[in-house]
């Protein structure tokens, strides 16, 4: 255990005890036998009341499944006294994975009566790197009144806990796309619905809202009429994540994989937080497919997926793109989020035509791989990179399609944060 | 390595306690072997509760200087030599005293040890234990009991009692010192756990001693002119012994609290954090247990499955009602193969349309045997 536990003072108790005792009864001295009778009386109830202190003793742990890096997350903890005795100094040790320190000790000082419970909440935070992490178990020590026996227990309460990466506002990103729902726009179906474009006038229905109801027409009729109002169509984003093998470079914050997954999180959390439905398609080492949905839960299901994916795949991002774009409907957004630069200009080109001709608008990002540390194959040469952004970038612009160029020496953070990030390009 | 530099609130009382349980056991131990075998003059029982007073609290407040200037293998050898050379010193010195037989040799070695226990507390911050005052103390308790008598009846009872309480007290405060400060009120309920612990056992002792005398060590030849101590004189020293006590006591008590600076240290690996506690809330009664009636060898199969389940729920494990029971196989305690065998026994039995045969049923009661005693199996440390 740790330095509050001591088994120096039990062994000495033995060697000491026993010496006495065998010296008492070979001198037939009394006393000291029943010195030595007297200890190890007390060496015996000590063992006792270790072993029956944690036999009614029970923990949980409740603690919610998921946070963002960085944060401080709060776990509770359930201690229940199941016998009728009062505990005291009980100590609980428990694992929280994304924290720094690998073991929690901590310390239920007491009294915890019998037949009652205490929630013991404790304050860690997210120190690790985003990932999937395991939370526990939990380990329950307690000791007899003199500290000479500890007796120990594993309660197998392990759970994943998932952080997420740290997300910013992608600035560039309000200026694409759908615009915020309840507001006049062009992007409208004519049925009835409820944005703010109007459709016509018909009879009241009984459950109509009595806002709605058009006076004049009402007036002229004689009987109550309501305003009817066309559907918004639903801001849509779409997102394309490259995880072709192929394209990985770098290690650790500074690689291709850390700042697919960062600029993901950050475009996903974006755009859910204006209120887009969002999908996201990819190819990794599994079938990275998160169907289209809104609000902050399927945000958060968007980066539980995100976190999980591996840069594994064989799949190119333009494949992805042909094979799936049916399910990008008319008026939306598509963003590419490629692994590479040196994407093959002519077929982008085509994907790029074939979207914009359905109504979609394209944006392109690329991750400069050349920029970071190489790991399975050489990097292109500085030049022949260059080259290939300026080509990439002329391409964009030509097409008026909305992109950028990230590389390692970026910080991604302010990087993200500018305004003009989907306009260097043009 | 963190390094805590201030004393937890609740630590510091019971750090106090400790150094006076301490100060008792050793005053107790040294006025027992010198009432034993040295007279028990009043002045030398006044000068060992000064000297032991003062080497306490020279211990425990500037102790830590002297270990701060040693590495840590320099400190271990040292306890190593330490330790060798005093567990050969005094078993010389007992082999000694019991082969010569002489009282005087054995007032010396009262006295030597009475010096040595004044060395210890002064090293008493010294390592990571205050075994050196402790083992000392016991030494003397065995020198008083070799005398027999009031003397060595009160030595031993007293004796143990004392070490009792200051085991208990050392280990709340190491406890304690370990997690960050935070309130709790320990004094009390260790002293009283300790107590209601230690009276069966004290008060065992004493009726046997008060049945039966102890009688001193045949071997021992006192001095024809040596004038015997009288029951008046063993009383009044034993009532200055407690003056004296109580006096050291007080002046430890305020010392420690006043000059005692925690020197807490934990592995890397671990970070104790500081707890919220709520106010402890009345456990939910748990559902009834409805004892279904199984019959046969189906049943029997059931039941050592069911049986598993109750003690698992009683290690502490919770399994989910999601969960299949090959899920609770999987995060099961246990042994993995008994546990295997089990849950495929009672699968095909709870939920497969053949009666079980009695091979299998037999094959399920010894595996729910296995698991059970694998189950909430406790680890000493």
Known sequence: MGHAHTAAYRRFMYAALGFAGMLGLALRVEALAALALGGFALLFVATLQARAGLARLAVAREVYPSAFEDDAVSVSLLLDNRSRRTCWLVEIRDSFGPAVADRHPLLEPGPLRGARRRRLVYRTACSRPWGVYAVGPLTLTTSDAFGLFHAERPVPDVAPFAVFPRVWPVAGLEKLGARPSLSPQELTLARPGQSLAYLGVRDFRPGDDVRRIHWPATARRGAPAVKEHEVDLVPYFTLFVDLDRAHRAGTGLKSTLEYLVRTSACLVWTAASRGDLVQVLGEGAGSLSLPPGAGTLHATQALYELIRVQQEGRVPLLDLVEHHRTQVPAGSTATLLSGTMFLDLLRLEETLGALQSRGVRPVVVLVNKDSFLPIDRRAVRREEAAAQADAARGLLRSRGVAGAILSAEQDLESELGRADLFGSLR | ?381
């Open chain 2, 1 to 381: 390595m963190s390094e805590t530099t201030r004393v937890p609130d609740a630590a510091l009382p019971i750090l106090a306690a400790r150094s006076v349980a301490l100060y008792a056991l050793s005053l107790h131990a040294a006025a027992g072997a010198l009432m034993a075998w040295a007279g028990g003059d009043a002045w030398i029982l006044t000068l060992a509760a000064v000297a032991l007073a003062l080497a306490l609290i020279i211990g425990e407040t500037l102790g830590g200087m002297v270990e701060g200037g040693l590495e840590r293998t320099s400190r271990l050898r040292l306890r190593v030599t330490v330790t060798a050379a005093y567990g050969g010193f005094v078993i010389l010195a007992l082999t000694a005293a019991v082969g010569a037989g002489e009282a005087r040799l054995l007032g010396q070695e009262a006295l030597l040890f009475t010096v040595l226990q004044a060395a210890f507390l002064l090293l008493v911050d010294l390592g990571r234990t205050r075994l050196g005052p402790v083992a000392n103390a016991l030494v003397l308790v065995v020198l008083a009991s070799l005398r027999g008598g009031v003397v060595a009846a009160v030595a031993v009872v007293g004796g143990l009692a004392l070490l009792g309480f200051f085991l208990a007290l050392d280990h709340t405060a190491r406890v304690l010192q370990a997690y960050p400060a935070g309130r709790a009120d320990l004094l009390g309920a260790t002293l009283r756990r300790a107590g209601g612990t230690l009276a069966p056992i004290v008060v065992g002792l004493t009726i046997l001693f008060a049945l039966s005398p102890p009688a001193p060590l045949r071997q021992v030849r006192f001095p024809a002119a040596a004038p015997g101590t009288s029951d008046e004189d063993v009383a009044a020293a034993y009532r200055r012994l407690v003056v004296f006590a109580l006096a050291g006591s007080a002046m430890i008590f305020g010392a420690v609290r006043l000059f005692r600076r925690d020197r807490g240290a934990r592995s890397p690996l671990e970070e104790a954090l500081p707890l919220e506690r709520t106010v402890e809330e009345m456990l939910p009664e748990p559902p009834p247990v409805l004892h279904r009636d199984y019959r046969g060898r189906r049943g029997r199969i059931v039941r050592a499955y069911v049986h598993v389940l109750d003690r698992a729920r009683g290690a502490g494990f919770r399994p989910r009602p999601s969960q299949t029971p090959r899920d609770i196989a999987a995060h099961l305690p246990a042994p993995a193969g008994p546990v295997g065998a089990l849950t495929e026994l009672f699968v095909a039995a709870r939920y497969g349309p053949d009666e079980p045969s009695e091979e299998q049923a037999v094959a399920a009661e010894r595996a729910g045997q296995a698991v059970a005693a694998g189950l909430g199996r406790h680890k000493r440390i």
